[in-house]
């Protein structure tokens, strides 16, 4: 059993920055891959990004790729995700989220423990 919890949601103008950080209680979190959704209002989750248990290897979704970077502090049971040059269409609620498979790391289903998510807005 694995409980996430989300930080660091808020509001930014557009070309601004933000750090989500997802914090893990439970044992084993250097077992899990740790990934970032997103969903906006009447959409669907959408993946962002994951990483591997060891830190070793990062997965992004295209729209995202350059601007947001993972990693993960296994000593400290933390996983974060660095937002820079955001947009507007970056706005949605984010959640960290944990699964112990390592295909299909971007298909929500994949995963078996969510954070409760935290919101980002970034305004124009």
């Known amino acids: 059993q694995v409980q996430l919890v989300e930080a660091g949601g808020g509001l930014v103008q557009a070309g601004g920055s933000l750090r989500l950080s997802c914090a893990a209680s439970g044992r084993s979190f250097r077992s899990y891959v740790m990934g970032w959704f997103r969903q906006a209002p009447g959409k669907e989750r959408d993946f962002v990004a994951c990483?591997?248990?060891?830190?070793?290897?990062?997965w992004y979704a295209e729209s995202v790729k350059g601007r947001f970077t993972i990693s993960r502090d296994n000593a400290k049971n933390t996983v974060s995700l660095q937002m820079n040059s955001l947009k507007p269409e970056d706005t949605a609620v984010y959640y960290c989220a944990a699964t112990t498979l390592a295909a299909t790391v971007q298909r929500p289903t994949t995963y078996d423990y969510w954070g409760q998510g935290t919101q980002v807005t970034v305004s124009s």
């Open positions: 990483i591997s248990a060891n830190g070793v290897m990062t």
